[in-house]
C-alpha cells in the first residue's frame, strides 16, 4: 500500500540556518510528490510538486525538494530559514489509481529560534 | 478565485445532534476531497468525488458519516448522531484531475462534540 513517512515529528532550527525536512514514500509506480505547508489554524498550502524531469524541484517561500528515486525520499530544503516559516509541514504522494487521491505523512513541526 | 470555502469555520455541537459541513470547490476543479485532522491520527481521507459521483469511500469511520455533492459547486459532510470522538478539524480540497496538480484546502472547520 501507498504511505509516507516523515520520520521526524519536531525539528527546532535556528534563524537563518539551513533547513532539512526528511520525507520517505512507498509507491509502487512513479509517483507524484507533493509538500504541503500548514500555518496554525489554516488549511494547508501547496509548497512545491514533483511530477516527472529535473529532480530537483523549487517552490514558493524559497523551498526547494529533491527526489531521489533510489532512496524513495523526497526532502524539503531551504538555505536560510525566517521566524515565519514556523508551522507543520507535510509530504504526500499522489496514488494515481484512485484519481490522484493524495496520502499524507504524519508531518513535522517546525519551531524557528530566534 | 476565492479557493475552497468551507463553513462553519467553528462549530461545537452536543453529542447526539445532528453535524452538517459545508464545502465550496474552486470552479472548474472536477475532484473534492474530505479529510479529518487529529492529533492522534494525523490526516485521514474521509471520502472523495470526482465529478460530483463518490468514488472513495473507505475512509468514512462509520454509517453515522455520510457525504454528498449534490452539483459541481457543493458538498456536505455529515454526522449523525456526533460523539465526542468525532471532534476534529474537517478539511475539504478540491482539484483538477487532469492536471494531477495537487490540490488546494479549505481553511477547515474545527468540529467540537461535548
Known amino acids: 500500500a501507498q504511505s509516507v513517512t516523515q520520520p521526524d515529528i519536531h525539528i527546532t532550527v535556528s534563524e537563518g540556518a539551513s533547513l532539512e525536512l526528511r520525507c520517505n514514500y512507498s509507491y509502487g509506480a512513479t509517483p507524484y510528490l507533493f509538500w504541503y505547508v500548514q500555518s496554525p489554524g489554516q488549511g494547508l498550502q501547496l509548497l512545491l510538486k514533483?511530477?516527472?524531469?529535473?529532480?530537483l524541484v523549487q517552490g514558493i517561500k524559497g523551498f526547494e525538494a529533491e527526489f531521489k528515486r533510489s532512496q524513495s525520499s523526497f526532502n524539503l530544503r531551504k538555505p536560510s530559514v525566517h521566524w515565519s516559516d514556523a508551522a507543520e509541514y507535510f509530504c504526500?504522494?499522489?496514488?494515481?489509481?484512485?484519481?490522484?487521491?493524495?496520502?499524507f505523512g504524519a508531518g513535522t513541526i517546525l519551531r524557528v529560534k530566534s | 478565485d476565492a479557493g475552497v470555502i468551507q463553513s462553519p469555520r467553528h462549530e461545537v455541537t452536543e453529542m447526539g445532534q445532528e453535524v452538517t459541513l459545508r464545502c465550496k470547490p474552486i470552479?472548474?476543479?472536477?475532484?473534492l476531497f474530505w479529510y479529518r485532522q487529529t492529533m492522534m491520527r494525523g490526516l485521514e481521507l474521509l471520502i472523495y468525488f470526482n465529478n460530483n459521483v463518490p468514488i472513495d469511500d473507505s475512509g468514512m469511520p462509520e454509517d453515522r458519516f455520510s457525504a454528498k455533492m449534490p452539483n459541481a459547486s457543493f458538498s456536505t459532510l455529515k454526522i449523525q448522531p456526533s460523539e465526542p470522538r468525532d471532534s476534529a478539524v474537517y478539511f475539504c480540497?478540491?482539484?483538477?484531475?487532469?492536471?494531477?496538480?495537487?490540490?488546494?484546502f479549505g481553511s477547515g472547520t474545527r468540529l467540537t462534540v461535548v
Open positions: 480540497a478540491s482539484g483538477d484531475t487532469g492536471t494531477v496538480d495537487g490540490y488546494t
Open positions: 470552479s472548474g476543479h472536477n475532484s
Open positions: 514533483y511530477f516527472s524531469g529535473d529532480t
Open positions: 504526500a504522494v499522489g496514488v494515481m489509481e484512485y484519481g490522484n487521491k493524495l496520502v
